[in-house]
């Protein structure tokens, strides 16, 4: 059974939003995705300073199995990547919610934040494509 | 319903990611792949490969028939318990199999027979193939589906298998040669694989398979799943069926030209006159390695663009662990030199064209 956590945001393309109150968001891949993945052996992320719009592509990973692109989950500027990924982008699979992080958004429109799902939510959806 | 190997079980027990293989549930891994081909490239790890078809060729005519189905020829195989690699064609000269072939028997002794192993996802078609081609020849094609199969692979491979059977078992095995297999108390095993690492491919009553695994693992042998067995294989340049090479290519554009015995000139095997045909039209393009030193990995359909020779196609393509880099068999035009462009969701990337192998006993082989 897969790592859901009840203080994650979600998104159906399995990527997960950690709001940090300080109107920015943590967007990583869930523990459910990287297990599909299996090893994963490059992340390409997107530019810092770049703007997003919800659904666009932010990069890709690709594991020894597939590649996998990412989206964005809510619209904003990007203000920080995840260096440690360029060298390390096994900590995808061994730490998807801690330093496999992907990118920071700073949100443009907090009110997109009612769109994501909480972690049932995301659970039922996993449990459902299983 | 899927089919299940006797270690089925184990393998849950072990943490197996399982997934559907040619209809056998089968162990994708036991966590990390890469973990599992690291530790065959430096150690030894263990491979359930009991899902593989085993027929053997038997009755008075078996080698004649095997001299007709295979494009390679049984009667290079000089002592008993060699081992041949051969592709299985149809009349156009096109594959339809890749498989081993052992010699059980001394040549040309009364009762000599074969072992042929065929791929599980192939298995009908090969079954239904090869007994069609029997209507000329005194033989009898028994399948062995109660048979178990596991191999073991890297340096380390010989040495942890003999220290787990008896004294009988490690003088056989200390005996083999490079791909050759014997059989030693109900047990068959090969000096053979498909990882490019020295081991042991062995064949065991599926009651015995279970004892066997467990012995094994408790000796330091890691599990390994379908995907260190597919990183394996392409970093030792050998082709996948169904990737590299179907019905729809013949051997001499699947880098298989070395498989197929054109001397002497004399015997007619399936196929035949269609390579020759090809062979004298002249071929058009042929099966290559290719390498990526930028980020990302080729991937399998991938276009390859060849200035001034034409466009290609990548059959198979990974990441390498033991490289660090991604690799790839390609089929492109035959005036391909040592460069060429992949397209990469519409990025032309640059990557060099080599000869196979990439990696033979953990070292990198290509220049």
């Known amino acids: ?130 | 319903m899927a089919n299940k190997t006797a270690l089925y079980d184990q393998h849950l027990a072990m943490g197996a990611k399982v997934v559907d293989f040619g209809g056998w549930d089968m162990p994708l891994n036991y966590g990390s792949q890469i973990e599992e081909h690291k530790m065959v490239r430096t150690a030894a790890g263990m491979f359930d490969v009991s899902h593989m078809t085993i027929v053997d060729v038997t009755g008075a005519d078996a080698s004649e028939y095997l001299r007709y189905l295979l494009a390679n020829d049984v009667a290079r195989l000089d002592v008993k318990g060699k081992a041949l690699y051969s592709g299985m064609l149809n009349e156009d000269g096109n594959v339809i199999d890749d498989l081993i072939v052992y010699r059980m028997t001394d040549p040309h002794v009364p009762g000599e027979w074969f072992r042929v192993v065929v791929n599980c996802a192939t298995r009908e078609k090969d079954l239904r193939w090869m007994a069609e081609q029997t209507a000329h020849f005194d033989v009898a094609l028994i399948e062995q589906p109660e048979l178990s199969m596991v191999a073991v692979q890297g340096p380390e491979a010989i040495a942890k298998v003999k220290s787990v059977l008896n004294e009988s078992r490690g003088r056989l095995i200390d005996g083999l040669s490079l791909f050759q297999g014997l059989e030693s108390e109900g047990w068959f095993i090969a000096r053979t694989g498909y990882t490019g690492e020295d081991g042991l491919e062995i064949v065991i009553p599926e009651d015995e398979i279970s004892e066997f695994w467990q012995a094994l693992a408790e000796a330091g042998v890691a599990p390994c799943g379908l995907g260190a067995r597919d990183t394996l294989r392409l970093e030792a340049g050998m082709n996948l069926y169904g990737a590299d090479m179907d019905e729809t290519v013949s051997p001499l554009v699947s880098a298989m030209g070395w498989t197929v015995a054109w001397e002497p000139e004399n015997r007619d095997f399936c196929g035949r006159a269609a390579l020759e045909a090809e062979k004298t039209a002249g071929v058009t393009q042929k099966l290559v390695g290719l390498v990526m030193d930028s980020r990302g990995v080729l991937r399998g359909h991938q276009q390859v663009i060849v200035e001034g020779a034409g466009e290609g196609e990548i059959t198979s393509g990974t990441f390498s662990p033991t490289l660090n880099v991604s690799i790839a068999l390609a089929r492109v035009p035959v005036g391909t030199k040592d460069q060429a462009m992949v397209d990469i969701r519409g990025k032309h990337v640059a990557v060099k064209v080599v000869r196979p192998p990439f990696v033979r006993n953990g070292k990198k082989v290509f220049s």
């Not at chain 1, 790592?3 to 393309?13: G, P």
């Not at chain 1, 490059?42 to 919800?54: D, I, M, Q, S, W």
């Not at chain 1, 801690?98 to 972690?119: C, H, N, P, Q, V």
Request: contains cysteine; glycine residues 10%; charged residues 30%.
């Open chain 1, 1 to 130: 059974m897969s790592d859901i956590r009840n203080e994650l945001k979600y998104v159906a393309s399995h990527e997960w939003v950690r709001v940090e109150g300080d109107g920015s968001v943590t967007i990583g891949i869930t523990d459910h995705a990287q297990d599909l993945l299996g090893d994963v052996v490059f992340v390409e992320l997107p530019e810092e300073g770049a703007e997003v719009e919800t659904g666009d592509d932010a990069g890709v990973v690709e594991s020894v199995k597939a590649a996998s692109d990412i989206y964005v989950p809510l619209s904003g500027e990007i203000i920080a990547v995840n260096e440690l990924l360029e060298d390390s982008p096994e900590l995808v699979n061994s730490d998807p919610y801690g330093d496999g992080w992907f990118f920071r958004i700073k949100l443009s429109d907090t009110a997109e934040l009612d769109g994501l799902l909480d972690a049932q939510a995301y659970g039922e959806l996993c449990e459902d494509e299983s």
